[in-house]
């Protein structure tokens, strides 16, 4: 974590010296607002940070020595991460933007007087997906979509599932799989320069900060992957690259948000996949105090496969 906390300007970051590293562990959102209190979420909490006894308020200074190491002093340099509204950094951190916005014939060219960034902590988690594997892979692996609220841990649920994918078990007679990653905002491998910063196995390959649908298209045409991976679907034409990949032949590991099956079916883009019994397995996250607990493990028509004693993601 020392990548994101050395990011931080140097007021803000003598905040957190006082803090034991289980504290600091527990961090997945530093939130910097200009002239608004710090705030950091850490697991269900919320925490305004004292600066004597009263909580730090966020000012001029603070946003410009966090732009400027963000940038590395190059604003033209950052152009292209200022048109798509975060930053990656080394680790897989990602520095999400706010400001004033800069439109150019109805698409973003960038986004100018920046006044909120929100920093989170990337946080790989080997094992999250250890549970759900007599689940979701039987002689082969089965088309599967993790739905919850956010923040209940889909992302790293997904994360390691295509690590295991990639790497294979040899305990589980898995044997490695050729895998696509399609990583529109940067968030499963969390690339910097185009590299993962995660561990994903051996047999992976990433387009990073590639729109999703396309990227799909992609993959299939020159990779030739065994599965793909893909967070947060939910587009039209999200929905139209899966019923191609499917009919490809290619095995599919998504996300999407949803509270429950019903409310996953009352998506109009997705009702059609769902009806047409695309995803043979349906992980259902819940929203507890900690992410990545497992509520229950349906199959493509709904139906409860497992309800057992709660699994946490540790």
Not at 9 to 21: C, D, H, M, T, V
Not at 45 to 55: D, Q, R
Not at 247 to 274: F, Q, Y
């Amino acid at each position: 974590m020392r990548e994101a906390y050395d990011l931080l300007p140097e007021s803000i970051a003598e905040l957190f010296r006082g803090w034991s590293e289980e504290r600091l562990r527990k961090v997945e959102e530093i939130r910097v607002r200009l002239n608004r209190k710090l705030e950091v979420v850490a697991g269900r909490e919320t925490i305004y940070p004292l600066h004597g006894n009263v909580p730090y308020r966020v000012t001029k200074e603070d946003v410009r020595q966090l732009t400027n190491k963000l940038s590395r002093y190059s604003l033209y340099a950052f152009e292209e991460e200022l048109k798509r509204g975060y930053v990656t950094i080394s680790g897989g951190h990602r520095v999400g933007l706010a400001g004033k916005v800069i439109t150019e014939n109805g698409k973003v060219k960038r986004i100018r007087d920046i006044c909120s960034f929100n920093i989170r902590i990337a946080k790989q988690k080997i094992g999250a997906a250890d549970a759900c594997l007599p689940y979701v892979n039987e002689n082969g692996w089965l088309n599967t979509i993790i739905i919850g609220p956010p923040l209940t841990g889909k992302t790293t649920l997904l994360r390691d599932l295509a690590r295991i994918i990639s790497s294979g078990d040899a305990r589980r007679l898995l044997r490695p799989a050729k895998i696509g990653i399609v990583d529109e905002r940067s968030e499963i491998a969390g690339c910097l320069n185009g590299v993962p910063q995660h561990d994903l196995g051996e047999r992976v390959d990433v387009l990073d900060a590639c729109p999703k649908a396309e990227g799909m298209m992609m993959l299939i045409r020159s990779m030739s992957p065994e599965v793909i991976v893909v967070d947060e679907i939910g587009g039209a034409e999200d929905v139209a690259a899966v019923r191609e990949a499917v009919n490809a032949g290619v095995k599919l590991m998504i996300t999407a948000h949803a509270e429950n099956w019903d409310s996953l079916r009352r998506r109009p883009s997705l009702e059609p996949l769902l009806a047409s019994g695309v995803f043979e397995r349906c992980i259902v996250l819940a929203h507890r105090a900690k992410p990545g607990v497992i509520d229950t493990i349906l199959d493509g028509k709904g139906r409860e496969v497992r309800r057992q004693q709660k699994v946490t993601v540790r």
